[in-house]
């Protein structure tokens, strides 16, 4: 079936800290890749995609390369900023079943001055 | 561009209670979805419908949940006895999913979700 592992939290780090969240996933054929971030107080929102192997997805600074042979999609950001404190979420949408998303349990990032 | 809206924002209910949540996906968004989020999980659909017609409802609790789209724009999803379990926050999300086939790529827009707490 399809799934997805995601690191356990809290994760806490230090301002301008280098960040990796790990991401692992089982899936039949080739799924779509995605990043959700929820902040505080906030609806979860898209953060990046990749939609083959080897593309690599990035905004705001974050980035994750999705990586085939080792069926990873780990999220990573060179220098965190407070205000990337929210819970992340790794995500997969199965090829040709409707476009459903099929998440992680989350991992919270909290991030310290 | 207005997004996803859902109400209540919270509820809270005794087990046995029916309940009812709306959403109003964004304006010509095809597809629409409902997950329910148990706290310290990752969502997980309930019920995805495409214009008003069902496109996959197989983890719905069909015994107590029950969900329409009528007109294929706004949706309620209702519960019917809740029991304790229920307790979760309730998320649609909608995309474009033109006619004629559905994109894994297709960004999904969240609401803000219902806070459902069962008593």
């Known amino acids: 079936g399809n799934s997805v592992t995601q690191m356990e939290g809290p994760v806490t780090l230090s301002e301008e800290a280098f960040l990796t969240i790990n991401c692992t996933y089982t899936?039949?054929?080739?799924?779509?890749l995605f990043w959700y971030v929820q902040y505080p107080g906030e609806g979860l929102q898209l953060l990046l995609k990749a939609t083959k192997a080897d593309d690599k997805g990035s905004n705001k600074g974050f980035e994750a390369t999705y990586r085939k042979e080792t069926t990873s999609f780990h999220l990573e950001k060179g220098s965190v900023q407070v205000s990337d404190s929210a819970v992340y979420f790794c995500?997969?949408?199965?090829?040709?079943?409707?476009?459903?998303?099929?998440f992680g349990q989350g991992t919270e990032l909290s991030v310290k001055p | 561009e207005a997004g996803v809206a859902q109400s209540p924002r919270y509820k809270i209910i005794e087990k046995r209670q029916s309940v009812a949540f709306w959403c109003n996906p964004i304006s010509g968004h095809a597809t629409l979805y409902w997950y329910q989020q148990i706290l310290g999980q990752g969502p997980k659909l309930l019920i995805q419908?495409?214009?008003?017609?069902?496109?996959?409802d197989s983890q719905l609790p069909k015994d107590r949940f029950s969900a329409e789209r009528l007109k294929g724009v706004d949706s309620t999803l209702k519960i019917q006895p809740a029991k304790l379990e229920d307790s979760a926050v309730y998320l649609c999300a909608s995309t474009e999913g033109l006619a004629g086939g559905f994109s894994p790529t297709d960004t999904q827009y969240f609401g803000p979700g219902t806070r459902l707490t069962v008593l």
């Open positions: 995500a997969l949408s199965p090829y040709n079943q409707g476009g459903k998303l099929i």
């Open positions: 419908f495409q214009n008003n017609g069902v496109v996959d």
């Open positions: 899936a039949t054929g080739y799924p779509s």
